[in-house]
Structure formats: structure tokens, C-alpha cells
């Protein structure tokens, strides 16, 4: 009895956190945006800049996105494996679809936990 009640203390936490993370890591992607110069010409919320395209409302999958990254059409600097790896990418991809195009800020989910904490 002891013993399933130490089971359940220690798995419950664990799905519970496992839900709130989503599949790619939105909060790392929104880390690496920053670290990894994205936000220079895209903007720090991917909202579109003086140099780079709006990415909010991209219509790239993640792996559209890693093969536009690593070879890029126009302007855009291609970026190799080694400055960003897909998995990154796949992050960053989750962080962009995360944000909502151009919404009022009491629609965006991130403001509302901001406020909330
Ligand atoms: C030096 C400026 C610059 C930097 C830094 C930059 N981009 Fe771009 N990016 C652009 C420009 C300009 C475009 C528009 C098309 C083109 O010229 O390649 C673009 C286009 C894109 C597109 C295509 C959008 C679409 O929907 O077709 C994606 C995706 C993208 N960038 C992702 C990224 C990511 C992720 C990073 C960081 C790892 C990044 N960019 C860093 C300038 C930049």
C-alpha cells in the first residue's frame, strides 16, 4: 500500500508535465529564435521585420521549414547543421505555429499565463 502510494506521488507529476509540454518545444524554439539570430530580420516574435518575412502564419510543416533553412530561395542566410540543428528547427517550428497572426493580445494564450503567474 505504502509502496503504490510513493508509485503514484512520483508518476502523477510526471504525466501531468508530460501533457503541459508540447511535441516540439515551443518554449526552447522561442529561446533559440532569439540566441540563433532568427528575430534580427524576422522580428522578436517572428512578426516580420525590415529584412525578413513575417513567419507567424507560415505555411511550412516543420520539415519545410528545416529545408528552407538550410537552403534558403532569396535574401535569407542559409544556416548548416551546425549552427542549428533540425531538432532546434523542429522547436523553433513549434514556437512559430504557437504564435497567433496579428490577434488581440488578450487571444494570445502566452500573454494571458504571463499575467496569471
Ligand atoms: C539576415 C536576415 C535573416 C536571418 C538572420 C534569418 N532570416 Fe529567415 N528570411 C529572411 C528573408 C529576407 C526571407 C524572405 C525570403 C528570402 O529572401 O529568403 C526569409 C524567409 C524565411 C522563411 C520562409 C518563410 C515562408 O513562409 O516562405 C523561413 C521559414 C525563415 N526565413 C526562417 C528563419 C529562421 C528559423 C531563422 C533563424 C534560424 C532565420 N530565418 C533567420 C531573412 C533572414
Known sequence: MRNLLMTGLIVLPAVLLAQTAPAGN???GKRL???KNCYYCH?????????GARLTNTALNADGLIRYVRKPA???PAYTEKLISDQELRDVHAYLKS????KAPKDIPLLNQMSER
Do not use: H, K, S, Y
Not at 43 to 51: A, E, L
Not at 99 to 102: E, K, M, N, Q, Y
Open 99 to 102: 504564435l497567433p497572426a496579428a
Open 26 to 28: 515551443a518554449d526552447n
Open 33 to 35: 529564435f532569439m540566441e
Open 74 to 76: 532569396g535574401a535569407m
Open 43 to 51: 522580428g522578436t516574435t517572428g512578426q516580420g521585420g525590415r529584412d
